[in-house]
């Protein structure tokens, strides 16, 4: 088991640039989910995916940001046109079908996002 | 909507003493509620759960119990120790069938030899 991993674990980007962010979940999770953490909050939930079916998207996900799970194993988190409001950081979980409801999520470490 | 609010920390503690973490939240009907705590360096990990009210859920020593007339689920440690060091955030869950959870702003936990 080595865990979700995360990549980049630390972006910085100048405002109007796009930033993708990868996450490779523990391989025989069929849950995947993307949540944004700012400074001093706790984790906000994004959007989560089922396979590669995404099933939810937070209202707090504009227009600007998409995700993809396009083989059902790892995801990608782009945002186009960052902001400052954007900086963050942005943390992958997974989890098992068959667990679902009972709040055991794996996270990474997470991957921050610096928006000068 | 959904919320959960927390005490503020950071909280620094001697090793041994009696460690409570307050979180109330608010929410329809009969959310399920998680204590998550974050090592230095790791990712997030649930340290416990309770579904229903009145359940109490415990593990490595913490324990927590669902309080649905005070709207509460306090975290609670009999003797803390240096490795409980760590920030520890309160959630619930809404949804049946799903990990989309609503998070408190966590509480630093610092223990002292």
């Known amino acids: 088991d080595t865990g979700v991993s995360q990549d980049p674990r630390h972006k910085i980007t100048k405002r109007g640039q796009n930033v993708t962010f990868r996450c490779d979940p523990i391989s025989e999770h069929n849950r995947l989910y993307w949540y944004r953490q700012t400074l001093g909050q706790g984790p906000e939930f994004l959007t989560y995916f089922q396979n590669e079916a995404q099933l939810e998207k937070s209202r707090l996900l504009s227009d600007r940001f998409s995700a993809e799970r396009p083989k059902g194993s790892f995801s990608t988190l782009e945002i186009q046109r960052t902001e400052q409001g954007d900086s963050a950081m942005y943390l992958c979980a997974s989890s098992v079908l068959r667990t679902s409801g009972t709040g055991k999520l794996f996270f990474g470490e997470g991957s921050r996002l610096t928006v000068l | 909507g959904n919320s959960v609010t927390q005490m503020e920390g950071p909280v620094t503690l001697s090793e041994e003493a009696f460690l409570t973490i307050n979180c109330t939240y608010t929410?329809?009907?009969?959310?399920?509620l998680f204590w998550y705590v974050q090592y230095p360096g790791e990712g997030l990990q649930l340290l416990l759960k309770?579904?229903?009210?009145?359940d109490k859920g415990s593990n490595k020593g913490f324990e927590a119990t669902y309080r649905k007339e005070t709207t509460s689920f306090h975290l609670e440690k009999g003797s803390v120790q240096v490795s409980d060091s760590a920030v520890y955030f309160c959630a619930l869950s809404r949804d049946f069938g799903n990990e989309k959870l609503t998070f408190g702003t966590g509480t630093r936990l610092t223990i002292i030899p």
């Open positions: 309770a579904t229903k009210a009145d």
């Open positions: 929410a329809t009907g009969y959310p399920s």
